[in-house]
């Protein structure tokens, strides 16, 4: 069965400077999505970034950026240039591919990172 | 080009109660899922559901919750006799089927008194 393991419950740094949000998940696929959600105060969830796990090259949308080391299976978040506006809770989520096929496939959602961006 | 919308966004009810949520998919998808969050806690998957039909229902309890999505309006969760329990954030997500990312709706707090 999958996993997703968000080791960080709670970070806080200061405006602008670049803070690494780490995941780590176990899983016997070879391919697979692998994603980041934002979800502010407001509770709606925000798709951030996603990896596709045959690409080799790192996902990025402008501030934030992935490290994926597939035999790792590690996926951390870097966002720089933080902002207040990041403060959220951030969560890592894994889903194979054609997800729904099968009767046992699931998204699989980490316990999130509580992220406070200080002014 | 509206999101996936949910309503209530917060919910009361006493122990022993019925609830109804309420979620209509972004237009053009035909796939919703129900997910819930409880406090502290990541989103736990509950159902999945194509229009007129249940695809996976494996993270739903067996008992008092059922979940539909007809073939006109919106999907329903509903949860009979309500405990404290119950109490949580339910959370929409919808998507065109295949390997797209789910949009979420913003989210359905309910409160058991």
């Known amino acids: 069965a999958q996993t997703v393991t968000q080791s960080q419950p709670e970070m806080s740094v200061q405006e602008a400077e670049t803070v690494t949000l780490s995941c780590t998940y176990d899983?016997?696929?070879?391919?697979?999505?692998l994603f980041w959600y934002k979800q502010p105060p407001s509770r709606q969830m925000i798709l951030v970034i996603r990896?596709?796990?045959?690409?080799?090259q790192n996902a990025t949308e402008n501030r934030f950026s992935v490290n994926f080391q597939k035999a790792a299976k590690s996926f951390s978040l870097k966002i720089s240039d933080s902002q207040l506006g990041d403060t959220a809770m951030y969560f890592c989520?894994?889903?194979?591919?054609?997800?729904?096929?099968?009767?046992?496939?699931?998204?699989?959602f980490g316990k999130g990172t509580r992220l406070h961006i200080l002014p | 080009n509206a999101g996936v919308m949910q309503n209530p966004r917060h919910l009361v009810r006493r122990r022993g109660q019925e609830a109804r949520l309420r979620c209509s998919p972004m237009?053009?998808?035909?796939?919703v899922y129900w997910y819930r969050q409880l406090p502290e806690e990541g989103l736990k998957f509950m159902v999945y559901?194509?229009?007129?039909?249940?695809?996976?229902e494996s993270g739903m309890p067996k008992e008092r919750f059922s979940a539909e999505f007809p073939k006109e309006g919106p999907s329903i969760l509903r949860i009979q006799q309500v405990v404290r329990g119950d109490s949580a954030a339910y959370f929409c997500?919808?998507?065109?089927?295949?390997?797209?990312?789910?949009?979420f709706g913003d989210g359905t707090r309910l409160s058991i008194l």
């Open positions: 997500a919808s998507s065109p089927g295949g390997i797209v990312p789910q949009h």
């Open positions: 559901l194509q229009k007129e039909n249940i695809i996976d």
């Open positions: 237009k053009g998808h035909s796939h």
């Open positions: 990896q596709e796990a045959y690409k080799q």
């Open positions: 989520a894994f889903m194979k591919p054609e997800w729904g096929m099968n009767r046992d496939d699931k998204i699989i």
């Open positions: 899983t016997s696929e070879n391919n697979y999505y």
